[in-house]
């Protein structure tokens, strides 16, 4: 009884770490840093299908130096099922915006999207 006991223990443990690491949050940090240091093709791997083509579309556009680097702070996120919206602070402009995830797989990606 006591080796279930640690065994659910460890168990739960285990999954709140590896949940952590796929949080909103890290992964919008995880997509920003990687868009804004010039690795695309890492970037696009915390990406919806769609947003992968957004990307490809928009880097033609962004020229050689790629994207200019954002200076930002994550303030909080939100979650409701397999949607969730991650703020954070562009510490430039002083606006607060918004990333959109989407849960596929178990997995948070980012939906990039036009809005209209």
Partial sequence: ????FY???ILSVVT??????NS??????KFMFNL????LE????????ESVKLLAM??????KNGYKELNYKILRDSIVGDQAWVFYLNNETKNEN?????????KWLVDLHIKK
Avoid: Q, R
């Fill in 1 to 4: 009884m006591k080796k279930l």
């Fill in 7 to 9: 065994f659910i223990i």
């Fill in 16 to 21: 709140a770490c590896s949940e952590g690491l």
């Fill in 24 to 29: 909103p949050k890290i992964v919008v940090k």
């Fill in 36 to 39: 804004t240091h010039g690795n």
């Fill in 42 to 49: 890492e970037a696009k791997k915390y990406c919806t299908d």
């Fill in 58 to 63: 928009s880097s033609m556009f962004a020229g």
């Fill in 98 to 106: 918004t990333m959109d995830l989407i849960k596929i797989n178990d």
